[in-house]
């Protein structure tokens, strides 16, 4: 299994992006797959998760109402709609596969064992 993130880039607060997360085969595993994001002297945060099971999902308090967090298991790609966008959002967003089918409130960093290489968002006027 292998994660590719991309639609990251540079938007006015207030602006919207779409992320996607393209995975080489996550639909026959059905692993969850969540959203992080990092910025600058920060820790690792967790931004939303989806369950490829029931298609259940979470969201950090911080993005909820502003982010929407899809699937489309024909293309094997998990997407994240951003909307409203804030200078806090600017962050590396990273897609990771978790070790289990669904996701948790915590969203733990050692739930979650293969991760893509990042893209940047930059929220900036």
């Known amino acids: 299994l292998q994660l590719v993130e991309s639609g990251g880039g540079l938007v006015q607060p207030g602006g919207s992006l779409r992320l996607s997360c393209a995975a080489s085969?996550?639909?026959?595993?059905?692993?969850?797959i969540g959203w992080f994001r990092q910025a600058p002297g920060t820790d690792n945060e967790g931004v939303s998760c989806i369950s490829n099971r029931d298609f259940s999902t979470h969201y950090a308090d911080a993005v909820m109402g502003r982010f929407t967090i899809s699937t489309d298991n024909a293309k094997n790609t998990v997407y994240l709609q951003m909307n409203s966008l804030k200078p806090e959002d600017t962050a590396v967003y990273y897609c990771?596969?978790?070790?289990?089918?669904?996701?948790?409130?915590?969203?733990?960093?050692?739930?979650?064992?293969?991760w893509g290489q990042g893209t940047q968002v930059t929220v900036s006027s």
């Open positions: 085969e996550f639909t026959k595993h059905s692993r969850a």
């Open positions: 990771a596969a978790s070790i289990y089918y669904a996701c948790s409130d915590r969203m733990s960093l050692s739930e979650f064992d293969i």
